[in-house]
């Protein structure tokens, strides 16, 4: 009897611990990847340049980090408390959003390398049908998604009742409904600091994109946030530079502080 006890008991906290690194691991999921988004939107003034601050001892985006665990914490609250088929809804839409953003970043990826294309093979490939052919299957899916999730009948609750609103399935209008935020958003920002969609903070650099000043003595290079050994890319103005730190213009190995900026 103490036996079966025993293991019941060891089998239960087994399975707590696993719920609760599995809750942990999903919320890692939920604010890393947005953080870092909002960190390159701040960086290139999509956003309040807030957004692009880095702490200066871990080198995480700060704000970033904060803001997007609060909005997700206040999504979460809310959705629960008007309906917790609404909150189904609201996970269930996230793959409209994957599928839209991903797509478009294939789209864009073509428009932004356009005049690449024909320099080499590779470039072809890599820098066109490869992501031009992700974009529209992308796209495939998402309209695809759109269309089944927004039937009456695709969402239902404990009662077998279908969850709609306006008459179409709640997982298509609640997905429909944070692009058209996204896009209220967009606008709002694009009125308040038209710079970032006017081409004035994102132009078409590459390696001339400055970096956080490694620690040891290694050639700077550029590369992506958080990849690896590759070093943090630096707002223009600074305003993402941790203090007493320094940026480093790769291609000519000219160094910046805040001071230095002043």
């Not at 980090?65 to 206040?74: E, N, Y």
């Not at 478009?104 to 073509?110: D, E, P, Y």
């Not at 429909?176 to 132009?203: E, H, K, N, Q, Y």
């Not at 390696?207 to 620690?215: C, F, K, M, N, Y």
């Amino acid at each position: 009897m103490f036996g079966d006890s025993f293991i019941g008991k060891v089998g239960l906290l087994l399975l707590a611990a696993s719920i609760l690194t599995s809750a942990s691991a999903s919320t890692q999921t939920t604010v890393l990847p947005t953080a870092r988004t909002t960190l390159s939107m701040g960086v290139y003034k999509a956003l309040p340049t807030s957004f692009a601050k880095i702490h200066r001892n871990y080198l995480t985006p700060s704000v970033s980090t904060i803001t997007m665990g609060a909005v997700s914490i206040l999504f979460y609250v809310l959705f629960t408390l008007v309906s917790s088929n609404l909150l189904t809804a609201l996970i269930g839409s996230v793959g409209l959003m994957i599928a839209f953003y991903y797509g478009l970043t294939g789209f864009a990826c073509v428009w932004f390398y356009r005049k690449d294309l024909t320099k080499s093979a590779r470039d072809f490939m890599m820098r066109g049908v490869i992501p031009l052919l992700g974009g529209v299957i992308l796209l495939v899916v998402f309209i695809y998604g759109l269309i089944q999730y927004a039937k009456p009948d695709w969402l239902t609750d404990d009662d077998g009742n279908n969850v709609t609103i306006f008459g179409f399935g709640a997982v298509a209008v609640v997905g429909i409904g944070a692009l058209v935020l996204g896009v209220v958003v967009m606008i709002v920002w694009w009125l308040l600091s038209p710079d970032f969609f006017r081409g004035r903070t994102l132009s078409r650099r590459s390696s001339a994109d400055l970096v956080l000043a490694p620690p040891t003595a290694v050639d700077p290079m550029f590369g992506l946030p958080d990849s690896g050994d590759m070093p943090t890319v630096i707002a223009p103005d600074l305003s993402n530079l941790p203090p007493g730190e320094t940026a480093v213009n790769p291609e000519t190995g000219e160094e910046f502080t805040k001071e230095h900026q002043s």
